[in-house]
T-cell receptor, first 113, second 114 residues
């Protein structure tokens, strides 16, 4: 059974700081990995997707990396802003005949002005 | 343009009264998921459809059922809601034809049981 762990559970940083969120998973047989953002009371917004064959993806101030063999992914946020405050969730999709999407518990990020 | 639409956004139901939540998609994705999310917790997968194949999670209570009459629509039926079923219910879609296709989520339905 796939287990996804996110560290830290919560993070508070001053505006402008660069930061890293961590995600680890137990089963390396993944189809892809996706990072989401969730604002309070809202649905999930996709930030970045990394295919199992890729090492990293970038979008603006966000960079996600994937080391499938060690079961790890990181989300790097450069020059954080108060508008980045949200919960960040990592999800891994299983391949094969199932395509189950499993989430970590998320990291609650607060960026202080 | 909304691609995964959940209705209603907010639902209040009485204890024990059956309720149905709906999800529709315009993406023609072949996989649809239903998640339950309680406050400050990760989304918990209840079940998902891979094409017409239904995949139920082992720990999903029998009280929860699902229907997918066609590619575009999926329903979550709660036969006898209890107070513990109050949560946000999230629908998501995905396409298995390419590992580069993102999963998309609707805005969720907030269920209150009174």
């Amino acid at each position: 059974k796939q287990e996804v762990t996110q560290i830290p559970a919560a993070l508070s940083v001053p505006e402008g700081e660069n930061l890293v969120l961590n995600c680890s998973f137990t089963d390396s047989a993944i189809y892809n990995l996706q990072w989401f953002r969730q604002d309070p009371g809202k649905g999930l917004t996709s930030l970045l997707l990394i295919q199992s064959s890729q090492r990293e993806q970038t979008s603006g101030r966000l960079n996600a990396s994937l080391d499938k063999s060690s079961g790890r992914s990181t989300l790097y946020i450069a020059a954080s802003q108060p508008g980045d405050s949200a919960t960040y969730l990592c999800a891994v999709k299983r391949g094969g005949s199932n395509y189950k999407l499993t989430f970590g518990k998320g990291t609650l990020l607060t960026v202080n002005p | 343009d909304a691609m995964v639409i959940q209705n209603p956004r907010y639902q209040v139901t009485q204890f024990g009264k059956p309720v149905t939540l709906s999800c529709s998609q315009t993406l023609n994705h072949n996989v649809m998921y239903w998640y339950q999310q309680k406050s400050s917790q990760a989304p918990k997968l209840l079940f998902h459809y891979y094409d017409k194949d239904f995949n139920n999670e082992a720990d999903t209570p029998d009280n929860f059922q699902s229907r997918r009459p066609n590619t575009s629509f999926c329903f979550l039926d709660i036969r006898s809601p209890g107070l513990g079923d109050a949560a946000m219910y999230l629908c998501a879609t995905s396409f298995t034809g390419s590992p580069n296709t993102e999963a998309f989520f609707g805005q969720g339905t907030r269920l209150t049981v009174v």
